[in-house]
C-alpha cells in the first residue's frame, strides 16, 4: 500500500511540530508548502535528518508551489499569523482571512480529495471562509479547536485530582474564544462525572470553576508567557490525532469545529461540537442534551462566531 501524503500549509511552530508528530507516528509522507522560501526546505530537511536517530521512514519535503501537494490525503492549514500579547484571536481576522482566500483557493485547485484541518486563527471564522475558498464539501473541511481546549481541561483536572492525564475526559462545546463552553457534567475521571466528585469531596465547585476560567483562557496564558508567540505543541498534537482518526478510520469522536446544517439551531456556520471522524471525513455530528445554562453559554459563543462570520463578509463581499 502506498504511503499516505500528509500536507502542511504553513511552516511555522505549529507546521514544524506538525511534521516532526506525523513522521515519529509514520502517518505518511509530509509536504511543508510556506511563502517563505527556505523554511520549509530546511525543517523537512532537520526533520529528514532526525530520521534515522527516531528509526521512522517518511519523506519530508518542503515546497513553495501548491501543485505539489496534489494527491495530497490530509491538508492541516496553519498558514497566518498568531497572538502576540494584548491581541485577541478575532484581531487577526483582515490578515488570515485573506490567507484563507489564497490557500483555499490552493487546496480547491491541487487537492479536492483531501481531509482538511484548519487550525488558523480566529478558528471558526476561519474553517467557514478555507471551506468556501476551497469549495471541497463541508464535511471534509473541519477546524482543531476542542481537542485542544479540552486537553487543557483534562490537563488541569487531572493535576487538580492527582491522577493520569488518561484516566480524565473533558468535554468543551461552542467556538475557540474565551467564552467557549467546559460542559462539567459530561467531564469525568474514570466514568464518574465532575459534579459527583465534588460530593465524594474529591474536589469544591469553586476550584472546578477556577478550573473552567483556566481553560476558557489557556491560549491567553501562554501567549503572555512566550511573548512572541502563541502555543504550538499542545495544538499540533490535537490536530494530529484529528488526522489520525481520519487516515486510520478510526472514528474517534472528538469535539472539532464542524460545519453546522440546523444542528443545535445553527446553520451555515462551523462551531465547535462532538463528531465522529472516519475516512469519509466528519461522519456524525453528536447533538446532546443542554440544561438551560448551558444552553444559554453555547447561544453566547454561537453569537461570538456569528458576529465573526458577518465581519468576514463585511471585509470581503465575495465571503457572503
Ligand atoms: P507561525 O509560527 O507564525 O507560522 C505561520 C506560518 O504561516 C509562517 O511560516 C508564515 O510564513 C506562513 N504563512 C503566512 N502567510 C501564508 C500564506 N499566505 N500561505 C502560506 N503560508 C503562509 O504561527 P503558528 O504556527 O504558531 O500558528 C499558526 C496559526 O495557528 C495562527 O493563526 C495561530 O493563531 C493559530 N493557532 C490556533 C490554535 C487553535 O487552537 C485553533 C492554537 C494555536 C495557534
Redesign the pocket.
Known amino acids: 500500500m502506498p504511503r499516505k501524503k500528509i500536507a502542511l ?7 514544524g511540530t506538525l511534521a516532526h508528530l506525523a513522521g515519529l507516528k509514520e502517518l505518511g509522507d509530509v509536504l511543508m ?4 522560501e527556505g ?1 520549509p526546505q530546511g525543517k523537512s530537511l532537520d526533520l529528514a535528518e532526525s530520521s534515522p536517530v527516531e528509526g521512522f521512514d517518511a519523506k519530508m519535503t518542503g515546497v513553495n508551489d501548491y501543485k505539489d501537494i496534489a494527491g495530497a490525503d490530509v491538508v492541516i492549514v ?6 502576540k500579547p494584548g491581541m485577541s ?1 478575532d484581531d ?1 481576522l483582515g490578515i ?1 482571512l485573506k ?1 484563507m482566500e ?2 483555499g483557493k490552493g487546496i480547491g485547485a491541487h487537492a479536492p480529495d483531501a481531509f482538511v484541518i484548519c ?3 480566529p ?1 471558526d471564522a476561519m474553517v467557514w471562509a478555507l471551506q468556501k475558498a476551497s469549495g471541497l464539501p463541508a464535511n471534509k473541511v473541519v ?3 476542542g481537542v ?1 481546549d479540552s486537553a487543557r481541561f483534562r490537563y488541569f483536572l487531572a493535576s487538580e485530582f492527582d491522577v493520569s492525564v488518561e484516566d480524565v475526559t473533558a468535554f468543551v462545546l461552542g467556538g ?1 474564544g474565551d467564552d467557549m463552553v467546559p460542559l462539567v457534567r459530561y467531564s469525568t475521571v474514570a466514568g464518574i462525572p465532575l459534579p459527583d466528585l465534588v460530593k465524594m469531596g474529591w474536589t469544591t465547585h469553586e476550584k472546578i470553576d477556577a478550573i473552567v476560567e483556566r481553560t476558557r483562557k489557556g ?1 491567553g496564558e501562554i501567549v503572555n508567557l512566550l511573548k512572541t ?4 505543541y499542545a ?1 499540533a498534537s ?1 490536530a494530529i490525532a484529528m488526522a489520525e482518526s481520519y487516515l486510520r478510520d478510526k472514528k474517534r469522536v472528538l469535539p472539532c469545529a464542524a460545519y453546522l446544517d440546523g444542528e443545535y439551531d445553527v446553520k451555515g456556520m462551523y462551531v465547535g461540537v462532538p463528531v465522529v471522524i472516519g475516512d469519509k471525513g466528519v461522519e456524525r455530528i453528536l447533538e446532546i442534551e443542554m440544561t438551560k445554562d448551558e444552553r444559554d453559554m453555547f447561544a453566547k459563543s454561537v453569537e461570538s462566531v456569528k458576529s465573526l462570520v458577518e465581519a468576514c463578509k463585511g471585509i470581503n463581499p465575495a465571503f457572503a
Do not use: E, K, W, Y
Not at 500549509?9 to 507546521?15: D, T
Open positions: 500549509i504553513g511552516a511555522g511552530q505549529i507546521g508548502f510556506d511563502i517563505l523554511t496553519t498558514a497566518g499569523v498568531p497572538r484571536r487577526l488570515n490567507v489564497s490557500v487550525i488558523t486563527n478558528l477546524g482543531m479547536a485542544l475557540h491560549g508567540g502563541s502555543a504550538f495544538p490535537s
